[in-house]
């Protein structure tokens, strides 16, 4: 295939979506209802790695998306190509041309990037034509969930970590380009310190971070020299890998490179050990490089990393003070998707009221919430998050009640009062109006640090990573009703 690169680079992403989602717009379109009003909302049912929390990531993507969302005339071409069981075009040549003028035109409401969110909680609503707030389904499912999933690894990492940098180094075994460019984002916005990926360096402005490679090492006579010609070509970024042949031979060599280093005016700053037994080796090089006077002198990590092993690391008293994480941070190795969903919650009637959908299961967890909903998030007196209440902006007004029941949507007998009188913050913000952007998203460095915040709003029993405590979110008493009434209705009961 002839220019590959541009082909998938310099196209509209109109046509990132499945078929069901262009085959239902074109029975709006058929059935005239194109252009009656909707509400979607996309939340997530569990937090993943079995965590008491996540990290809301994205958003920047979603607005780049959204602002440049149309079909161009190869994407029209494109569809013009495909055909139905009877060999016939599966769309009606007027329908292309609709799509061909369609602009985005939606409300979009959305929770920011680096918040921490909860389960059955609207990371983004979107408020508009039905054409397209179905069409914009899948590109936003394949945003938000993978950014925010690598965020929350990324988070737990640090967590492990304990405030010592984490270097996330997994693009040669992310999923693809795109996957390793937004786990390079998503991990820097859930507290990495700096990326291995240069492009991630270039378009987001993460700091980027790097050693060599055993190939290097390989390619001289012996160990000895190889660190020495690093040294010569880069005196000032001198880390080098010490684990090619024998570790404590390549912690001597290092130690020997790094005196000759000092004479120069220069520094060691760092080894790194990628295999063999981290604590006990990082306990020995930190004794070889403070005896040889290098305490200034980095250890670095690496070697299928995640923040199990970071933990066990530090309880073992691992002499360890970077993290190079990769296959495990970029692909979120232990759960591969976050699980997010997307669903319509109301639609307005002929005339002109809302009615209020919902999607109905066997399982308590799998029917969606109804309404035009909200998040209000509730603090306690030392500023910890206490409890968030999903409502609807239609029929509860917050400013009007001096208290609310919230309802636990899996288990009714939860029940929590809060207080309006209590600090509280909302949690979904205005991003589109009629398709005009009315949000300034932050710098990533801003985001990332606003990501720090938010987790030290949680109570440290909400971040444990075993058995966490749940996080108390619940449904206004009322929109719980009113759910509870459309499932009896839906089933035939009232």
């Known amino acids: 295939m002839k220019n590959l690169q541009n082909q998938i680079y310099n196209s509209s992403l109109a046509l990132l979506t499945d078929l069901y989602q262009i085959t239902m717009a074109y029975g709006y379109w058929k059935n ?68 061909s003028n369609m602009r985005f035109t939606c409300d979009v409401d959305a929770i920011p990037e680096g918040t921490v969110v909860f389960p059955q909680e609207p990371l983004l609503r979107v408020k508009g034509p039905l054409i397209e707030g179905q069409l914009l389904e899948t590109a936003l499912l394949n945003i938000i ?51 291995s990926n240069v492009l991630a360096g270039k378009l987001f402005g993460i700091p980027v971070r790097g050693t060599h490679a055993h190939s290097w090492v390989m390619s001289f006579p012996t160990e000895k020299e190889a660190f020495e010609a690093y040294a010569n070509v880069l005196p000032n970024n001198c880390i080098l890998l010490v684990d090619t042949y024998d570790t404590l031979e390549g912690i001597r060599n290092a130690i020997e490179i790094g005196k000759k280093l000092q004479a120069r005016g220069y520094r060691l700053s760092g080894i790194r050990l990628d295999s063999g037994d981290l604590a006990y080796l990082s306990i020995k090089a930190r004794n070889m490089l403070d005896e040889a006077g290098f305490t200034d002198t980095n250890i670095v990590a690496s070697n299928d990393l995640d923040e199990n092993i970071v933990y066990s690391l530090k309880h073992q008293e691992a002499k360890i003070n970077v993290w190079g994480i990769g296959t495990k941070l970029a692909t979120a190795f232990d759960q591969p998707a976050l699980g997010g969903v997307y669903k319509m919650t109301a639609i307005r009637n002929q005339n002109g009221q809302w009615d209020y959908k919902l999607k109905l299961s066997e399982q308590a967890i799998k029917i969606s919430n109804p309404g035009i909903l909200q998040v209000l998030r509730f603090y306690d007196a030392e500023g910890l998050c206490a409890a968030d209440m999903i409502y609807d902006e239609e029929s509860f007004s917050p400013q009007h009640q001096p208290s609310a029941t919230i309802v636990d949507p899996l288990d009714p007998t939860r029940r929590k009062i809060v207080h309006m009188a209590d600090k509280n913050c909302l949690l979904l913000t205005p991003v589109f109006r009629k398709g005009i952007r009315c949000y300034t998203s932050p710098d990533i460095h801003s985001i990332r640090a606003y990501t720090q915040q938010q987790l030290e709003t949680l109570h440290p029993t909400i971040r444990r990573f075993t058995n966490p405590h749940q996080y108390p979110v619940g449904l206004e008493k009322g929109l719980y009703e009113l759910k509870t009434n459309l499932i009896l209705k839906l089933r035939h009961l009232a």
């Open 32 to 99: 005239r209802m194109m252009e009656q009003e909707a509400v979607f909302n996309l939340f997530f049912r569990k937090n993943p790695f079995n965590g008491g929390y996540t990290i809301a990531g994205g958003l920047a993507y979603v607005i780049d998306f959204l602002e440049n969302f149309h079909f161009d005339n190869s994407d029209i071409a494109y569809l013009a190509t495909l055909r139905g069981s009877d060999g016939k075009p599966l769309f009606e040549t007027a329908f292309l041309d609709y799509l």
């Open 145 to 195: 969930n993978f950014q925010s999933l690598i965020a929350t690894k990324a988070a737990r990492i640090c967590q492990a970590a304990q405030g010592e940098p984490v270097l996330e180094f997994g693009l040669r075994r992310a999923q693809g380009i795109d996957g390793g460019l937004a786990a390079s984002r998503a991990a820097y916005i859930g507290g990495c310190a700096a990326t």
